[in-house]
């Protein structure tokens, strides 16, 4: 079948950004599920594969976009699941090989869907999955957050910080989140943060010290630079979860001498690697963190919403640093 799709047409700026009639094959796998998408997220992996390249080498055209949301339009053989006419969101795709969600439509696996409440909106759908796999597996499995510990997100307005701020929340947690301006310090403090640090008026981590007495744990979404200078904000024995890949001990040590525990998430590596089973455990964290959605625990800030035509303006704000929250395309 043909569809429209933006094409990755070489590594660089937006500008290899190309909107381009492309084939999808359909039908494919028995428990596969043919998705017309209504609306796909941006996330900052997105502008890592436009510079880089992607995983996954393949003859099919390099579209970009893990997460999505649309109707499900035909199924499979072995499809129980989901039937024709469905609301479902996913986070597949985009890292070379099967195509991703900068598109009309998308084939997935029937294990990677999760149906949407009739309560959630099509683009906070679509906005959801990878930030909420990160941020679940980052402070719920990975770091064990508990009720009344201390912890510091990065980043806590932007697309993925605004989520971990609320699931750290939810678990009970005491929660301070690092901004850079004074509408962001309030957007934290609405999600739950009890501290917000503007790391551009203040030491963050001489703030977080001196709030908490000392971490249990953190959450890097920023980077080596400022992951190194958090180790000296830390409790003994705290965990530090980060995103960006780990970062070097500073120059006292801290992260040794208080026997801090490092997490690296990466939550691309399942689709990356071929990983069913954690496939599937993702999925279902996106079908509770959907839920929590529809009972208005959780919320999704849309930034800014950009038509598929213009997914390469989509990427180069998404690159400027002004959205708090997600950017978002829609088919419409």
């Not at 390249?53 to 003859?59: D, E, K, L, M, V």
């Not at 986070?91 to 990677?112: D, F, H, R």
């Not at 690092?178 to 551009?200: D, F």
């Not at 990983?275 to 929590?292: F, M, P, Y």
Request: glycine share 10%.
């Amino acid at each position: 079948m043909k569809m429209k799709a933006v094409v990755a047409t070489g590594q660089g700026g937006p500008e290899v950004l190309r909107l381009m009639e492309v084939d999808l094959a359909w039908p494919q796998g028995p428990a596969d599920v043919l998705v017309e998408l209504k609306a796909a997220a941006l996330n900052p992996a997105d502008v890592f594969f436009r510079q880089l390249g992607g995983y996954i080498a393949g003859a099919q055209p390099f579209v970009l976009g893990h997460d999505g949301m649309g109707i499900v339009k035909a199924v499979g053989a072995a499809v129980t699941r989901v039937k024709p006419g469905d609301r479902v969101c996913f986070c597949n795709g985009g890292i070379g090989g099967t195509m991703g969600t900068y598109a009309e439509a998308a084939v997935v696996p029937e294990w990677q869907l999760a149906l949407v409440p009739d309560a959630v909106a099509d683009e906070t759908a679509a906005a959801l999955p990878l930030v909420a796999i990160t941020c679940w597996e980052s402070l719920y499995e990975r770091a064990g957050v508990q009720p009344g510990e201390y912890v510091l997100i990065h980043g806590g307005a932007g697309g993925t910080g605004h989520v971990a701020v609320q699931l750290a929340a939810l678990r009970g947690a005491r929660v301070a989140a690092t901004v850079s301006t004074r509408a962001k310090q309030e957007i934290v403090e609405g999600l739950g943060a009890e501290k917000a640090i503007n790391y551009r008026e203040t030491d963050f981590a001489d703030a977080a010290m001196s709030w908490s007495g000392g971490l249990n744990v953190a959450f890097d979404n920023a980077g080596a630079e400022t992951m190194t200078r958090t180790y000296r904000a830390m409790a003994p024995y705290g965990r530090v979860v980060t995103l960006m890949g780990t970062a070097p001990d500073d120059a006292d040590l801290n992260a040794y001498n208080l026997n801090l525990t490092i997490h690296n998430v990466m939550m691309l590596t399942p689709m990356w690697k071929g990983l069913t089973d954690r496939l599937k455990a993702q999925a279902a964290i996106v079908a509770e963190a959907l839920q929590l959605v529809a009972a208005d625990r959780l919320r999704l800030r849309i930034a800014a919403s950009f038509p598929l035509a213009q997914a390469a303006e989509a990427q180069g704000f998404l690159e400027s640093g002004q959205a708090i929250g997600k950017v978002v395309l829609t088919m419409r």
